[in-house]
């Protein structure tokens, strides 16, 4: 079945400090790719997402290219704030066999920024 | 209005319990969904209801009893629970069930089962 697996964290950064999550996917089909974002006490957010091959989605200063050759999708900033603390979830969406379309969340990554 | 908002925010209750939880939502979405979210885990998906109409049920235990009013109410019924169903419970709504990329989430009722 579809499955997203992503590097285990917590990843702590300094501000300003470049920031990559690693996420891989395997899906038949082709499947839509995105990032969600989970601040403390909160719901999830989409935070971007790319539909097909060599879309790069963007938002806030977040990056992720769909590449399709090495089934991945990772997450990119230039230049992190401590308001980017938070758990960042990779999921893919794709046809299952009943037809109907389902997310598929990994397992997240937890983020820490200091000042 | 873009929110999805749940309520209460934090529930505790004893085994042999029945309470609610309520999802709203005003985006005119078609699509809403009851998740399960363990610490430090990704959400499970619990429910999906399509115009009003149960369409999937991910083989959850009969002590949850879903139920959507309207098309702009969603409520998760609770009785008899376990300890291990302590956890974040989030709802969620899109456009459509079968456009569920764009997912909006509520903040979650935090559960705990004594």
């Known amino acids: 079945g579809d499955s997203v697996t992503q590097m285990e964290g917590p990843v702590t950064l300094s501000e300003e400090a470049f920031l990559t999550i690693n996420c891989t996917y395997t899906?038949?089909?082709?499947?839509?790719l995105f990032w969600y974002v989970q601040y403390p006490g909160e719901g999830l957010q989409l935070l971007l997402k790319?539909?097909?091959?060599?879309d790069k989605g963007s938002n806030k200063g977040f990056e992720a290219t769909y590449r399709k050759e090495t089934t991945s999708f990772h997450l990119e900033k230039g230049s992190v704030q401590v308001s980017d603390s938070a758990v960042y979830f990779c999921a893919l969406s794709a046809h299952m066999d009943t037809g109907r379309r389902a997310l598929t969340f990994g397992s997240g990554t937890r983020l820490q920024v200091q000042p | 209005d873009t929110e999805v908002t749940q309520t209460p925010k934090h529930l505790v209750m004893g085994m042999t319990n029945k309470k609610s939880l309520k999802c709203e939502q005003h985006?005119?979405?078609?699509?809403m969904y009851w998740y399960k979210q363990k610490a430090k885990k990704p959400p499970e998906l619990m429910f999906v209801y399509s115009y009003e109409k149960l369409s999937i049920n991910e083989s959850v235990p009969s002590r949850f009893s879903p139920e959507c009013p309207n098309s702009s109410l969603l409520n998760l019924h609770l009785h008899a629970l376990q300890p291990e169903d302590s956890a974040l419970y989030l709802c969620a709504s899109s456009q459509e069930a079968e456009q569920n990329e764009k997912l909006f989430f509520g903040s979650g009722t935090q559960l705990s089962v004594l």
């Open positions: 790319a539909t097909k091959a060599d």
């Open positions: 985006m005119g979405h078609r699509a």
């Open positions: 899906a038949t089909g082709y499947p839509s």
